[in-house]
């Protein structure tokens, strides 16, 4: 697994938990302590636990049904929902054998996003969220990350950029896709991401956090934010910053 992120140096004394990452997902520009899916000696990190099934140009793209507008989920989701946890909470107990101050796993089914039959689901927490993807190849648990206090509520803002992943395995073991992930107020009603690709990808909203994703390696240029009535609320960066 190949990340690129821009990430300030911190104690390596806290990279050890890179060891036991099967996965490595990682936002490319923290803006808080991430406990993050390392791979350089720079990240504070958590394991990951995915399951990588061998690609080849016989064995279909996994992505094959994604489209850019999510849809409602399906019913068969609470199995997948189910194997998400037990996934992470595998994971959660790795980390805590070397760190039991480990801050808590997210526990809170946040959303869960559809497109095709793709379905991603978002768990949140007082220190973090993580992540799962099901695909016709499997179910990955990666992405995501734990702050080491609690997160501050977004409160009368409208949009706050939680982190940019870039999933990107090695050759031959899977495919690559970003993913955004944001805070948003309750008067943003719908948000598209534009890539660098010319891709506008509808992003699934709900309680307070919006997520969208697409299949390859190019970057969020800009996420476009509208209300109720269909009028643009504004433009964001999906630049993630410290938080103020």
């Not at 790795?94 to 946040?110: H, I, K, Q, S």
């Amino acid at each position: 697994m190949n990340i690129t992120p821009e990430i300030p140096q911190l104690d390596p004394s806290r990279v050890q938990v890179r060891k036991h990452a099967l996965l490595n997902a990682i936002e490319e520009k923290p803006r808080r302590r991430w406990w993050r899916i390392a791979v350089p000696a720079t990240v504070l990190a958590a394991a990951a636990v995915a399951t990588t099934v061998l690609w080849t140009p016989t064995n279909p793209s996994a992505y094959a049904s994604w489209t850019a507008e999510p849809r409602a989920p399906g019913p068969n989701t609470d199995g997948m929902i189910a194997t998400c946890r037990e996934k992470l909470a595998e994971r959660d107990q790795v980390n805590r054998r070397d760190f039991p101050n480990f801050p808590p796993m997210p526990t809170e089914l946040t959303l869960i996003d559809q497109r095709g039959d793709l379905t991603m689901v978002l768990f949140t927490g007082p220190y973090g969220n993580d992540s799962c993807l099901r695909s016709r190849k499997g179910i990955e648990a990666g992405g995501g990350g734990r702050n080491s206090t609690p997160i501050p509520a977004l409160g009368s803002k409208r949009f706050r950029m939680a982190s940019v992943e870039t999933l990107d395995p090695e050759p031959g073991y899977g495919e690559p896709r970003r993913t955004v992930l944001a805070e948003v107020g309750p008067d943003v009603a719908k948000a598209v991401v534009n890539t660098e690709d010319g891709k506008q990808v509808a992003a699934t909203l709900g309680n307070g956090w919006m997520i969208a994703w697409w299949p390859g390696r190019a970057g969020a240029v800009s996420i476009t934010l509208y209300g109720r009535g269909g009028e643009v609320l504004g433009t964001e960066s999906p630049e993630v910053k410290a938080i103020e």
